[in-house]
Every structure is written in C-alpha cells, then in structure tokens.
C-alpha cells in the first residue's frame, strides 16, 4: 500500500460558523488539522477581541474528546474597527490577524469595507502592532466582470497599500489568478497566498459545463484553466510564500441549490486528501509538506508541529451528504485516505 506521511498540517484559512453547523463541520477539521486560522465572518461578524475570545470557546467547546486542535482567531476589519481594538487585539496570545471583506464580496460581507483607502489609519496600526492583515480581493463594483474582479482590486487597491505599508503582513486569501501568483511571486516576503483545493483542482467548466453545479460555486469564482496551471505552479513550486488554506465554507444544502444559491464549497471532511489528489496530478508530492504543515506557520511566527499524518492510496466514495450539507464532489471518488 502507498502511504505519504506529513508533519500535521494548519489551514490558514477556515470557516467553521456556529450553532449545529460548527457542531458538524469542526470535528471533519480538528482530525486533520492541528491548527486552523478561523474566519470571522458570523452574522453579526466578529470585531471584537471579547467577541472572539467568546467564539474560541464555543470552538473548543465542538472539538471531540481526546483531539488536538487550537483555534487561531481573527477578527472583521470595519470601517468602525478602533485602534484600541487593533491594540487589544495584539496583546491577546488567541488573536492572529484581522480580515478585511471588500463590502458586499462574498457570503456575510456587508458589515465589509466600503472604501479601502478610508481605513488607512488602521492599516497603519495593524503594520505598527505587526497583525497580519488577510484580504479577500476582489472588487465589487457592478460593472467589473466576475471574473475580473480579482486582477483588479490587485491593480487598484493592493499595489498601493503594499507601497504605503511596506511593513505589513498580507494574506491574499485564495488566490485565484495568474495575475495574483504573478503579484504574490514579485512582492516582498510580508506579502503570501493561501490557495484552495477547489481552485487547484477545478476550473469553471466543473461549474457550469453540462448544467450548473451550484456546489462549485465560491467566490472568489473558479477561473479558466490557464489559471487553474498558475496556481498549480504555484503551490508546488516550494516558494513558502504559498501555503494551505481551505476556504472550506459549509452552507445548508436549500440555500445552495436556489435560484440564488450562496457561494462556499464544504471541503474540510477530505481537505488533504483533496490537496494530495492535486499535487499528485502535478507530480509533486514531495511538496506538499512545506505547502500544508511548514510555510503557513511561519508566515504566522507559530512554531511548525510536532505530530504527523499519514494518508494511503485507497479510493473511497464521498458521501451523499454530512447533515444539511453537500461536500465538495460528493458521491465522487477519491483517491487518497487519511489513516
Ligand atoms: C465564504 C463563506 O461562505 O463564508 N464563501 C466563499 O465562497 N468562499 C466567504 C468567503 O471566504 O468568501
Ligand atoms: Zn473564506
């Protein structure tokens, strides 16, 4: 049997939720993950250390008995956000980072950012209190193509507050274009990406080829296959500046399959399975470790783990469904197993 054993691994960039959904979804994560950088994006969102501190004990509250697992908090930039908060936020050890949703981008953003430039002031906290700053970028305007929206909150956001906060830790969350590999390669080391499995996998043909498949639907949009390549280099590449992050995002199944379905893919059951099913494809699994266990902590200054995973080569079928919600392939086949 081919077994590929790794350190443990962290996802950089998870959504877990609350209530019966976080009940679900954080025991498919804490068997994988001995880490995991937990989105902030509740309704209402989390933009408080107090709210924060409160959501870490729901968390630890959901992990199953005898598992080791350490939520990473972070919490929702706003237009609001004060920079005693940002301080509060430096001083507390569960606090990672803050993350800023451009207003109304994606699943629960409409507490977001209206105008990037009007937040200078905390940009310049987080840089001075060294946070990291996580970004999902993409601009909203109606008239920017969906699928352009990426390229350009790069060219008309990002490049100026990668020069006027030099100091900065960024966090392009799940990347999704040659342009912004192309961005992340040429920056300076402050500056990393998270990619996804849906993103390293798919392009938008899995989508929308053959009838709408509403659970490949996530923001930011699967791209053409030119940039599905990119990120593919790009995560295998062993250039620390990439590392793993799901974006795992459940949803109940009735508001996916809906005339307006929501966007998220629920990976977490399977992530590493999934990510070795692409690096495998690429003919790199020798790099999977540094891309799932090694660069993410230390872009965060954690220590890297001491446990290991090990995953065999069996295939074993998705299931239909976990609760209400629908996986990533489900019904599919997959290739790799974790032990
Ligand atoms: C995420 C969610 O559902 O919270 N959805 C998604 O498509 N990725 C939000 C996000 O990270 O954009
Ligand atoms: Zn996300």
């Known amino acids: 049997m ?8 962290d996802d950089c960039h998870l959504h877990v939720r609350n209530g019966a959904m976080l009940k679900t979804v954080l025991p498919h994560t804490a068997r994988q993950f001995a880490r995991a950088i937990i989105m902030p994006n509740l309704k209402p969102p989390v933009t408080t250390v107090a709210q924060a501190l409160a ?34 936020a430096a001083e507390c050890e569960h606090i990672h980072a803050f993350k800023l949703y451009p ?55 990002l490049l100026a507050i990668v020069t006027n906060f030099p100091a900065l830790r960024i966090v392009l969350e799940h990347v999704t274009t040659k342009e912004a590999v192309e961005f992340v390669e040429s920056a300076s080391d402050k500056i990393a990406a998270t990619i996804t499995p849906q993103h390293l996998l798919f392009n ?53 399959e809906n005339s307006c379905g929501c966007a998220g893919c629920y990976s977490a059951f399977a992530a590493l399975e999934l990510y070795t099913e692409a690096f495998e494809q690429a003919n790199a699994l020798d790099k999977l470790e540094g891309f799932a266990s090694f660069y993410g902590a230390d872009f965060y200054g954690l220590s890297r783990n ?8 069996c295939d074993w079928m998705i299931p239909a469904s976990y609760d209400e919600t629908i996986p990533l392939k489900s019904g599919e086949t997959l290739r790799w197993k974790m032990v």
């Not at 729901?58 to 301080?87: C, H, R, W």
């Not at 001491?306 to 080569?313: D, P």
């Open 2 to 9: 081919k077994t590929l054993t790794i350190t443990r691994p």
């Open 55 to 88: 959501y870490r004990e729901e968390i630890l509250q959901a992990i199953p008995d005898g598992v080791n697992f350490t939520p990473l908090m972070t919490l929702y930039l706003t237009a609001s956000t004060t920079i005693d908060e940002i301080k509060r």
């Open 103 to 157: 207003a109304g981008a994606t699943t629960n953003s409409d507490a977001g950012v209206a105008d990037v430039t009007k937040i200078y002031p905390l940009l310049a906290a987080l840089e001075k209190y060294d946070l990291p700053l996580l970004i999902h970028g993409e601009v909203t305007d109606e008239d920017c193509d969906i699928f352009d929206r990426e390229r350009v909150f790069i060219e008309r956001y």
């Open 204 to 256: 938008r043909n899995a989508m929308l080829a053959g009838g709408i498949k509403p659970h490949y639907y996530c923001l930011p949009i699967l791209k053409r296959e030119t940039h599905r390549l990119a990120l593919v280099k790009a995560a295998t590449s062993g250039n620390p500046k990439f590392f793993l992050g799901t974006d795992s995002a459940p949803h109940l199944t009735h508001l996916k």
């Open 306 to 313: 001491s446990g290991t995973m090990t995953l065999e080569k």
